[in-house]
């Protein structure tokens, strides 16, 4: 419930007025729409309670996909719509944005999720490869070519109903020039599922359903690069390879992206993470390191508060003196970084960003906005942590 107080909260009446309407439903009575936000949101949940049970769960769970879009991600991925781009900027509040692109067209409300989905899952191990393909192709939009690629993606997937949609949107990066994308999502009907359900007579019984999948691929013209996000591994170069026949007309490779690295050595002897102040970042601290013997039969882990003055390696070495775990042939194989950025105008304190990183590969970037992204790749590779392709 706390997203739904939120939601109410931070919109206007009108706003939720509108919504109402766009459901077909009726204002329910007892809302004080004029009263202070506490107020109106106290009353209106409290007058929601008559809604029919199915209007009001519908109700409840398009906050919730409004309410998750609210997030830097979310709204990072709602901006990068060109075509609602200027209208959106004019509008205040993260919530006042998501609720007012969600009321006016559900298609590129949806488009927007599914630009979140491809940025969050962007070198996810278990979800994400990445190809070399041509420079500055147009995605083709003729209506026999992506009927043949909906058709043959149908198959590769072994799915009885696709769904494949193409949008354009914008990947920005701090530093760097905006820079166009195609994306192509796909849904696809997958096997049967069996769940458990509440029946009409209060017990529970057993519902068969066909739950849909989501692919993503996305091409950038100005680097060539096609990445595909799907739950499948082994088909992900054949769904890149399709992509590229059918809709760019050209034969690809199959050649991948530089595998993301991570390498954990350097922390053995660097004590302090250095950063440049131009980038706002008030503190670095590593505040977890787990180490291991080389033929990994022993582990310790090694932890300090982030709001410790000393370093990891000083509390270590007044602990255990010249004997200090970093010094004994140890490997390191798990880590958290903290980072802490200068507070932004009219703030008491910066956000802290928290990294965790595992050997050989995990890197916890997910959830960040692209300029977190965009800084603390920056740094990691500076530290030596990461080689290969962009987290």
Known sequence: MANIHRFLRSISPNDMRAHLRLNGMAEPPGVKWNAEPDEFCKSFLTAGEDFPDQERTRLFAEIERITDMSDEVGQAAILGLPDWQERLGMIDGAHRRAHWLYVQSREAFRQAEEIR????????QRLWDGFVGPLMVEVKADKALVAEFRSEIGQLLGAGRVYVETFGRIRRRKGEPDRGIKQITIYSEDVPEDEVVFSDGGGVSNQARKPVRETAIIYEPESGTIEVVGRVCKIRENIAALFARILLGVEISGERLPPRRIDLMPLLYTERLAHDEADGIARVKMTMLALSTFDGRLNQRFETPFSDPETLHVALANEYGHRSPLTMQARPWMARIEVQLEPELGRKSGKKINIGLCVPNKCSLRGKTE?????????????????????
Do not use: I
């Open 117 to 124: 989905y491809a940025e969050e899952n962007q070198n996810a």
């Open 371 to 391: 300029n977190e992204r965009l800084l603390l790749n920056k740094y990691l590779r500076r530290w030596g942590l990461l080689r290969g392709a962009d987290a």
